[in-house]
Protein backbone atom coordinates (compact mmCIF):
# COMPACT_ATOMS: atom_id res chain seq x y z
CA UNK A 1 0.00 0.00 0.00
CA UNK A 2 1.37 3.68 -0.62
CA UNK A 3 2.20 5.86 2.04
CA UNK A 4 -1.31 8.06 2.91
CA UNK A 5 -0.38 11.66 3.04
CA UNK A 6 -2.72 11.54 5.80
CA UNK A 7 -1.40 12.95 8.97
CA UNK A 8 -0.88 9.99 12.25
CA UNK A 9 -0.97 10.20 15.58
CA UNK A 10 -0.09 7.14 17.15
CA UNK A 11 -1.83 5.99 20.69
CA UNK A 12 -1.02 4.13 23.72
CA UNK A 13 -1.73 1.03 24.42
CA UNK A 14 -4.25 2.40 26.87
CA UNK A 15 -5.86 4.25 23.97
CA UNK A 16 -5.73 0.79 22.19
CA UNK A 17 -7.33 -0.93 24.90
CA UNK A 18 -10.15 2.15 24.52
CA UNK A 19 -10.43 1.83 20.74
CA UNK A 20 -11.03 -1.80 20.64
CA UNK A 21 -13.69 -1.53 23.37
CA UNK A 22 -15.77 0.31 20.88
CA UNK A 23 -15.36 3.81 22.67
CA UNK A 24 -14.70 6.32 20.07
CA UNK A 25 -12.77 8.95 22.62
CA UNK A 26 -9.23 8.72 23.02
CA UNK A 27 -7.95 11.12 26.09
CA UNK A 28 -4.91 13.33 25.09
CA UNK A 29 -2.98 11.45 27.62
CA UNK A 30 -3.15 8.57 25.21
CA UNK A 31 -1.45 9.74 22.00
CA UNK A 32 2.19 9.47 22.09
CA UNK A 33 3.06 10.76 18.70
CA UNK A 34 0.98 13.47 16.45
CA UNK A 35 3.14 15.31 14.04
CA UNK A 36 1.89 18.67 13.30
CA UNK A 37 -1.55 17.89 13.28
CA UNK A 38 -3.77 20.62 11.86
CA UNK A 39 -6.57 21.34 13.74
CA UNK A 40 -10.09 19.82 12.79
CA UNK A 41 -7.94 17.15 10.83
CA UNK A 42 -9.07 13.90 9.70
CA UNK A 43 -6.07 11.57 10.75
CA UNK A 44 -5.10 7.87 10.38
CA UNK A 45 -4.51 5.90 14.08
CA UNK A 46 -2.22 3.36 14.95
CA UNK A 47 -0.43 1.82 17.70
CA UNK A 48 2.83 2.21 19.19
CA UNK A 49 3.86 -0.62 16.20
CA UNK A 50 2.33 1.36 13.30
CA UNK A 51 -0.31 -1.14 13.09
CA UNK A 52 -3.53 0.81 11.43
CA UNK A 53 -6.65 0.92 13.83
CA UNK A 54 -8.83 3.78 12.01
CA UNK A 55 -9.53 7.17 10.69
CA UNK A 56 -10.65 9.64 13.51
CA UNK A 57 -11.51 13.42 13.86
CA UNK A 58 -8.92 15.44 15.33
CA UNK A 59 -9.23 18.66 18.24
CA UNK A 60 -5.85 20.90 18.79
CA UNK A 61 -7.84 21.67 21.95
CA UNK A 62 -10.14 19.47 23.39
CA UNK A 63 -9.01 17.23 25.78
CA UNK A 64 -10.61 14.46 23.68
CA UNK A 65 -7.96 14.68 21.04
CA UNK A 66 -9.04 12.07 18.64
CA UNK A 67 -12.92 11.01 17.87
CA UNK A 68 -13.08 8.02 16.00
CA UNK A 69 -15.16 7.44 12.75
CA UNK A 70 -14.38 4.48 11.00
CA UNK A 71 -12.31 1.55 11.39
CA UNK A 72 -11.58 2.34 7.42
CA UNK A 73 -9.34 4.89 5.82
CA UNK A 74 -11.41 7.51 5.06
CA UNK A 75 -10.35 9.90 2.41
CA UNK A 76 -13.55 12.40 1.40
CA UNK A 77 -15.24 13.28 5.17
CA UNK A 78 -18.44 15.52 3.99
CA UNK A 79 -19.27 12.80 1.79
CA UNK A 80 -19.31 10.40 4.57
CA UNK A 81 -21.11 12.36 6.79
CA UNK A 82 -23.57 12.81 4.27
CA UNK A 83 -24.16 9.06 4.13
CA UNK A 84 -24.46 8.99 7.92
CA UNK A 85 -26.97 11.21 8.02
CA UNK A 86 -28.89 9.31 5.33
CA UNK A 87 -28.13 6.46 7.85
CA UNK A 88 -30.01 8.52 10.51
CA UNK A 89 -32.54 9.83 9.13
CA UNK A 90 -33.51 6.07 7.86
CA UNK A 91 -33.26 5.25 11.30
CA UNK A 92 -35.72 7.77 12.61
CA UNK A 93 -37.81 6.37 10.31
CA UNK A 94 -38.35 3.10 12.13
CA UNK A 95 -38.61 4.27 15.85
CA UNK A 96 -40.25 7.29 15.72
CA UNK A 97 -43.77 8.05 14.90
CA UNK A 98 -46.65 10.53 16.43
CA UNK A 99 -44.95 13.44 16.50
CA UNK A 100 -43.05 15.91 14.14
CA UNK A 101 -39.92 16.76 16.55
CA UNK A 102 -37.73 14.35 17.27
CA UNK A 103 -33.56 14.11 17.05
CA UNK A 104 -32.37 13.53 13.71
CA UNK A 105 -28.57 13.12 14.84
CA UNK A 106 -27.68 12.40 18.19
CA UNK A 107 -23.47 13.04 17.79
CA UNK A 108 -20.97 9.82 18.91
CA UNK A 109 -24.81 7.62 19.00
CA UNK A 110 -25.15 8.10 15.13
CA UNK A 111 -21.19 8.02 14.46
CA UNK A 112 -21.23 11.45 13.62
CA UNK A 113 -18.96 13.00 16.43
CA UNK A 114 -19.60 16.68 17.43
CA UNK A 115 -22.58 16.97 15.14
CA UNK A 116 -26.18 17.59 17.18
CA UNK A 117 -29.23 17.63 14.69
CA UNK A 118 -33.30 18.30 15.66
CA UNK A 119 -35.85 18.92 13.37
CA UNK A 120 -38.64 21.03 14.81
CA UNK A 121 -41.83 19.98 12.27
CA UNK A 122 -40.48 22.50 9.16
CA UNK A 123 -37.43 24.16 11.23
CA UNK A 124 -34.37 22.28 11.51
CA UNK A 125 -32.17 22.99 14.19
CA UNK A 126 -28.49 21.80 14.35
CA UNK A 127 -25.40 22.31 16.58
CA UNK A 128 -21.80 21.98 15.82
CA UNK A 129 -19.70 21.11 18.28
CA UNK A 130 -16.01 19.63 17.20
CA UNK A 131 -13.55 21.18 15.00
CA UNK A 132 -13.63 18.95 12.04
CA UNK A 133 -17.51 18.93 11.97
CA UNK A 134 -17.21 22.89 11.48
CA UNK A 135 -15.15 22.53 8.32
CA UNK A 136 -16.89 24.59 5.43
CA UNK A 137 -16.88 21.25 3.08
CA UNK A 138 -18.70 19.62 6.20
CA UNK A 139 -21.41 22.02 6.64
CA UNK A 140 -21.88 21.95 3.17
CA UNK A 141 -22.51 18.36 3.42
CA UNK A 142 -24.76 18.48 6.56
CA UNK A 143 -27.51 20.92 4.46
CA UNK A 144 -27.11 19.75 1.15
CA UNK A 145 -28.37 16.43 2.89
CA UNK A 146 -30.74 17.60 5.04
CA UNK A 147 -32.43 19.64 2.43
CA UNK A 148 -32.40 16.71 -0.21
CA UNK A 149 -33.45 14.29 2.64
CA UNK A 150 -36.11 16.89 4.19
CA UNK A 151 -37.52 19.73 2.63
CA UNK A 152 -37.17 21.94 5.75
CA UNK A 153 -38.70 25.54 5.70
CA UNK A 154 -35.94 26.90 7.16
CA UNK A 155 -32.44 25.00 9.02
CA UNK A 156 -31.16 27.02 11.87
CA UNK A 157 -27.61 26.69 13.10
CA UNK A 158 -27.64 27.21 17.02
CA UNK A 159 -24.43 28.41 18.47
CA UNK A 160 -23.16 28.20 22.56
CA UNK A 161 -20.51 30.88 22.28
CA UNK A 162 -18.79 28.43 25.64
CA UNK A 163 -18.21 24.90 23.24
CA UNK A 164 -16.78 27.38 20.10
CA UNK A 165 -14.56 29.02 22.89
CA UNK A 166 -13.56 25.53 24.36
CA UNK A 167 -12.99 24.33 20.81
CA UNK A 168 -10.84 27.83 19.67
CA UNK A 169 -13.39 27.85 16.63
CA UNK A 170 -13.80 31.45 15.71
CA UNK A 171 -16.74 33.36 17.16
CA UNK A 172 -20.53 32.93 15.35
CA UNK A 173 -23.54 33.84 16.21
CA UNK A 174 -26.81 31.36 15.93
CA UNK A 175 -28.58 32.15 12.43
CA UNK A 176 -30.71 30.75 9.51
CA UNK A 177 -28.05 28.92 7.41
CA UNK A 178 -30.65 27.98 4.74
CA UNK A 179 -34.58 29.01 3.69
CA UNK A 180 -36.69 31.34 5.41
CA UNK A 181 -38.19 30.38 8.42
CA UNK A 182 -36.72 29.77 12.16
CA UNK A 183 -39.41 29.60 14.26
CA UNK A 184 -42.95 26.84 13.85
CA UNK A 185 -45.47 25.27 16.36
CA UNK A 186 -44.56 21.50 16.90
CA UNK A 187 -47.07 18.75 17.32
CA UNK A 188 -46.63 15.32 19.35
CA UNK A 189 -48.51 12.59 21.13
CA UNK A 190 -52.27 12.50 19.67
CA UNK A 191 -52.37 9.19 20.63
CA UNK A 192 -51.01 9.58 24.08
CA UNK A 193 -54.00 12.78 24.29
CA UNK A 194 -57.31 11.21 23.03
CA UNK A 195 -56.79 7.09 22.59
CA UNK A 196 -59.33 6.77 20.04
CA UNK A 197 -58.17 9.26 17.63
CA UNK A 198 -55.04 6.56 17.55
CA UNK A 199 -55.55 7.65 13.88
CA UNK A 200 -54.58 6.55 10.71
CA UNK A 201 -53.66 10.13 9.86
CA UNK A 202 -51.29 10.48 12.42
CA UNK A 203 -48.38 9.13 11.59
CA UNK A 204 -44.45 9.85 11.54
CA UNK A 205 -44.44 13.26 10.07
CA UNK A 206 -41.62 12.96 8.12
CA UNK A 207 -40.50 14.60 4.29
CA UNK A 208 -41.06 17.93 5.41
CA UNK A 209 -45.02 17.94 5.06
CA UNK A 210 -47.76 19.08 7.78
CA UNK A 211 -49.64 16.21 9.61
CA UNK A 212 -52.37 15.03 8.20
CA UNK A 213 -55.66 16.09 8.90
CA UNK A 214 -58.21 13.66 10.70
CA UNK A 215 -61.34 12.31 8.61
CA UNK A 216 -63.60 15.56 9.96
CA UNK A 217 -61.41 18.15 8.72
CA UNK A 218 -60.42 18.97 12.31
CA UNK A 219 -56.88 18.66 12.57
CA UNK A 220 -55.60 15.49 15.36
CA UNK A 221 -55.66 16.38 18.85
CA UNK A 222 -51.93 16.15 19.24
CA UNK A 223 -49.82 18.41 21.80
CA UNK A 224 -48.79 21.49 20.51
CA UNK A 225 -45.73 23.68 21.58
CA UNK A 226 -44.11 26.98 19.93
CA UNK A 227 -40.62 26.56 18.71
CA UNK A 228 -38.24 28.68 17.99
CA UNK A 229 -34.33 28.32 16.92
CA UNK A 230 -33.41 31.73 17.02
CA UNK A 231 -35.47 33.38 20.39
CA UNK A 232 -32.57 33.79 23.42
CA UNK A 233 -34.63 31.40 25.48
CA UNK A 234 -34.43 27.81 23.85
CA UNK A 235 -37.95 27.15 23.28
CA UNK A 236 -39.79 24.20 22.29
CA UNK A 237 -40.22 20.74 24.48
CA UNK A 238 -37.01 18.46 25.42
CA UNK A 239 -36.94 15.83 22.71
CA UNK A 240 -35.55 12.95 24.92
CA UNK A 241 -38.90 13.01 27.04
CA UNK A 242 -41.35 12.92 24.29
CA UNK A 243 -41.98 9.05 24.74
CA UNK A 244 -41.97 9.42 28.57
CA UNK A 245 -44.90 12.62 28.16
CA UNK A 246 -46.52 9.90 26.17
CA UNK A 247 -45.88 7.19 28.71
CA UNK A 248 -47.09 9.91 32.24
CA UNK A 249 -50.00 10.86 30.04
CA UNK A 250 -51.32 6.91 30.48
CA UNK A 251 -51.07 7.03 34.51
CA UNK A 252 -52.56 10.39 34.58
CA UNK A 253 -54.79 11.13 37.07
CA UNK A 254 -56.81 13.99 39.98
CA UNK A 255 -54.43 16.68 40.80
CA UNK A 256 -51.05 16.40 39.87
CA UNK A 257 -48.04 18.02 39.85
CA UNK A 258 -45.14 18.65 37.49
CA UNK A 259 -41.89 20.18 38.97
CA UNK A 260 -39.14 21.29 37.13
CA UNK A 261 -42.23 22.24 34.47
CA UNK A 262 -40.11 24.21 31.90
CA UNK A 263 -42.34 24.95 29.03
CA UNK A 264 -44.75 22.55 29.75
CA UNK A 265 -43.88 19.05 28.35
CA UNK A 266 -45.35 17.07 31.13
CA UNK A 267 -48.10 19.05 32.30
CA UNK A 268 -49.53 19.49 28.96
CA UNK A 269 -49.83 15.51 28.06
CA UNK A 270 -51.33 15.46 31.83
CA UNK A 271 -53.93 18.02 31.40
CA UNK A 272 -56.75 16.24 29.61
CA UNK A 273 -56.64 13.77 31.84
CA UNK A 274 -56.68 15.21 35.14
CA UNK A 275 -58.82 17.41 37.48
CA UNK A 276 -55.89 19.88 37.94
CA UNK A 277 -52.11 20.83 37.01
CA UNK A 278 -49.84 22.59 38.65
CA UNK A 279 -46.47 23.34 36.89
CA UNK A 280 -43.44 24.63 38.90
CA UNK A 281 -39.94 25.85 37.84
CA UNK A 282 -37.84 28.96 38.83
CA UNK A 283 -37.56 30.37 35.35
CA UNK A 284 -40.84 33.37 34.58
CA UNK A 285 -39.50 33.14 30.51
CA UNK A 286 -40.07 29.39 30.52
CA UNK A 287 -43.51 29.62 32.34
CA UNK A 288 -44.32 32.23 30.35
CA UNK A 289 -43.99 29.90 27.24
CA UNK A 290 -45.54 27.37 29.32
CA UNK A 291 -48.67 29.58 29.29
CA UNK A 292 -48.35 30.37 26.10
CA UNK A 293 -48.86 26.14 24.95
CA UNK A 294 -51.15 25.97 26.98
CA UNK A 295 -53.82 28.26 25.50
CA UNK A 296 -52.11 26.79 22.23
CA UNK A 297 -53.32 23.45 23.32
CA UNK A 298 -56.85 24.78 24.70
CA UNK A 299 -59.01 22.35 23.37
CA UNK A 300 -57.10 19.25 24.81
CA UNK A 301 -57.44 20.49 28.90
CA UNK A 302 -61.33 21.75 27.83
CA UNK A 303 -61.51 25.24 29.56
CA UNK A 304 -58.83 23.54 32.53
CA UNK A 305 -56.66 25.85 33.31
CA UNK A 306 -53.05 25.10 34.16
CA UNK A 307 -52.01 26.88 37.25
CA UNK A 308 -48.07 27.84 36.55
CA UNK A 309 -45.74 28.50 39.72
CA UNK A 310 -42.42 30.39 39.64
CA UNK A 311 -40.68 29.18 42.71
CA UNK A 312 -37.74 27.39 44.02
CA UNK A 313 -38.39 24.26 43.61
CA UNK A 314 -36.50 22.46 46.67
CA UNK A 315 -38.41 25.45 49.01
CA UNK A 316 -41.90 24.75 47.65
CA UNK A 317 -41.69 21.23 47.71
CA UNK A 318 -40.54 21.95 51.42
CA UNK A 319 -43.46 23.73 52.31
CA UNK A 320 -46.16 22.37 50.46
CA UNK A 321 -45.02 18.85 52.58
CA UNK A 322 -45.42 20.92 55.54
CA UNK A 323 -48.81 22.20 54.91
CA UNK A 324 -49.79 18.61 54.10
CA UNK A 325 -50.71 19.22 50.18
CA UNK A 326 -51.94 16.02 48.60
CA UNK A 327 -51.09 15.03 45.37
CA UNK A 328 -52.52 12.21 42.97
CA UNK A 329 -49.04 12.43 40.48
CA UNK A 330 -46.15 14.32 40.80
CA UNK A 331 -43.55 14.44 37.95
CA UNK A 332 -39.82 15.63 38.84
CA UNK A 333 -37.77 16.58 36.06
CA UNK A 334 -35.04 18.61 37.76
CA UNK A 335 -31.93 19.91 35.80
CA UNK A 336 -28.40 17.58 35.73
CA UNK A 337 -27.23 17.69 38.97
CA UNK A 338 -24.22 16.12 38.65
CA UNK A 339 -22.45 17.54 35.75
CA UNK A 340 -18.64 15.71 36.91
CA UNK A 341 -18.41 12.70 38.32
CA UNK A 342 -16.98 14.63 41.90
CA UNK A 343 -20.65 16.09 41.97
CA UNK A 344 -22.02 12.25 42.68
CA UNK A 345 -22.33 12.60 46.02
CA UNK A 346 -24.11 15.99 46.28
CA UNK A 347 -26.33 15.05 43.58
CA UNK A 348 -27.43 11.61 45.06
CA UNK A 349 -28.64 13.70 47.69
CA UNK A 350 -30.76 16.49 46.05
CA UNK A 351 -32.12 13.67 44.53
CA UNK A 352 -33.14 11.54 47.46
CA UNK A 353 -34.38 15.16 49.03
CA UNK A 354 -36.75 15.77 45.95
CA UNK A 355 -38.20 12.48 45.97
CA UNK A 356 -38.73 12.39 49.73
CA UNK A 357 -40.79 15.55 49.98
CA UNK A 358 -42.48 14.14 46.21
CA UNK A 359 -43.27 11.14 48.45
CA UNK A 360 -44.99 12.80 51.64
CA UNK A 361 -47.54 14.18 49.24
CA UNK A 362 -48.57 11.63 47.30
CA UNK A 363 -52.23 10.18 48.38
CA UNK A 364 -52.20 6.18 48.75
CA UNK A 365 -52.54 4.74 45.23
CA UNK A 366 -50.54 8.05 44.07
CA UNK A 367 -48.24 8.13 40.79
CA UNK A 368 -44.65 9.54 41.12
CA UNK A 369 -42.95 9.83 38.06
CA UNK A 370 -39.35 11.11 38.37
CA UNK A 371 -36.54 11.52 36.65
CA UNK A 372 -32.77 12.03 36.52
CA UNK A 373 -30.71 13.48 33.25
CA UNK A 374 -27.38 13.01 34.57
CA UNK A 375 -25.15 10.67 33.26
CA UNK A 376 -23.22 10.21 36.20
CA UNK A 377 -26.03 8.91 38.00
CA UNK A 378 -26.48 5.27 37.13
CA UNK A 379 -29.73 3.80 36.93
CA UNK A 380 -28.98 1.57 39.94
CA UNK A 381 -27.96 4.66 41.72
CA UNK A 382 -31.02 6.48 41.23
CA UNK A 383 -33.45 3.67 41.63
CA UNK A 384 -31.72 3.31 45.34
CA UNK A 385 -31.91 6.65 45.92
CA UNK A 386 -36.01 6.88 45.48
CA UNK A 387 -36.01 3.45 47.38
CA UNK A 388 -34.12 5.38 50.09
CA UNK A 389 -36.21 8.06 50.14
CA UNK A 390 -39.83 5.65 50.17
CA UNK A 391 -38.23 3.80 53.07
CA UNK A 392 -37.54 7.51 54.61
CA UNK A 393 -41.15 8.16 54.28
CA UNK A 394 -42.92 5.28 55.72
CA UNK A 395 -44.28 3.91 51.75
CA UNK A 396 -43.83 1.12 49.58
CA UNK A 397 -42.90 1.79 46.08
CA UNK A 398 -44.25 -0.81 43.18
CA UNK A 399 -42.04 -0.28 40.10
CA UNK A 400 -44.54 0.53 37.02
CA UNK A 401 -41.79 1.71 34.36
CA UNK A 402 -38.42 2.00 33.94
CA UNK A 403 -37.71 4.16 31.18
CA UNK A 404 -35.23 6.03 29.32
CA UNK A 405 -34.09 8.43 26.63
CA UNK A 406 -36.72 8.08 23.25
CA UNK A 407 -35.25 5.98 20.56
CA UNK A 408 -34.66 9.12 18.76
CA UNK A 409 -31.53 9.79 21.11
CA UNK A 410 -30.00 6.10 20.45
CA UNK A 411 -27.68 4.41 23.45
CA UNK A 412 -24.63 2.72 22.09
CA UNK A 413 -23.87 -0.22 24.30
CA UNK A 414 -19.72 0.58 24.19
CA UNK A 415 -20.38 4.28 24.53
CA UNK A 416 -22.09 4.35 27.70
CA UNK A 417 -22.05 8.65 27.42
CA UNK A 418 -25.20 8.20 25.31
CA UNK A 419 -26.95 7.17 27.80
CA UNK A 420 -27.61 9.62 30.14
CA UNK A 421 -31.50 9.83 30.95
CA UNK A 422 -33.61 8.02 33.49
CA UNK A 423 -37.74 8.01 34.31
CA UNK A 424 -38.96 5.56 36.32
CA UNK A 425 -42.65 5.54 37.29
CA UNK A 426 -43.93 4.03 40.47
CA UNK A 427 -47.10 3.89 42.48
CA UNK A 428 -47.96 4.22 46.08
CA UNK A 429 -49.05 1.03 47.64
N1 LIG B 1 -39.72 18.83 32.42
C1 LIG B 1 -39.27 19.77 31.42
C2 LIG B 1 -37.75 19.92 31.38
C3 LIG B 1 -37.12 20.36 32.66
S1 LIG B 1 -35.54 21.07 32.44
C4 LIG B 1 -39.78 19.35 30.05
O1 LIG B 1 -40.13 18.20 29.89
O2 LIG B 1 -39.80 20.17 29.14
C5 LIG B 1 -35.20 21.65 34.03
C6 LIG B 1 -35.98 22.87 34.45
O3 LIG B 1 -35.68 23.09 35.82
C7 LIG B 1 -35.65 24.18 33.74
O4 LIG B 1 -36.84 24.70 33.19
C8 LIG B 1 -35.14 25.11 34.85
O5 LIG B 1 -35.62 26.44 34.71
C9 LIG B 1 -35.73 24.49 36.08
N2 LIG B 1 -35.03 24.69 37.37
C10 LIG B 1 -33.70 24.62 37.61
N3 LIG B 1 -33.46 24.76 38.93
C11 LIG B 1 -34.67 24.92 39.54
C12 LIG B 1 -35.10 25.10 40.89
N4 LIG B 1 -34.22 25.10 41.90
N5 LIG B 1 -36.42 25.20 41.14
C13 LIG B 1 -37.31 25.17 40.12
N6 LIG B 1 -36.96 25.00 38.84
C14 LIG B 1 -35.67 24.89 38.54
Redesign the pocket.
Given at each position: MSEPSRPAVTISPRGVARVKSGHPWVYRSDITVADAVPAGALVRVADARGKFLGTALYSSSSQIAIRMIAREEVSDLPALVAERIRAAIAYRKQVVSDTDAYRLVFSEADFLPGLIIDRYNDVISLQILTQAMDAEPVRGAVIATLVEELEPAGIVERVDPRIRELEQLPARDSALLWGKKSSTIISMNAAAVVPQVRARSVRANLGGKALEETPNGLPPSSVRFYYDALEGQKTG??LD?REN?ATAARYARGQAL?????????ALHLAPHCASVTG????RP?LEMADKNAALNGQLSSGKEIEWIE????DLLRDYAAAARRYDMV?L???AFAKTKRDLDKALSGYKELNLRALKMLAPGGILVTCSCSFHVSAADFVEVVASAARDAHKSLRLLESRAQAKDHPILLNVPETGYLKCIILDVT
Open positions: AFQYDVFCYQGGFVDSSAANAFVDPP
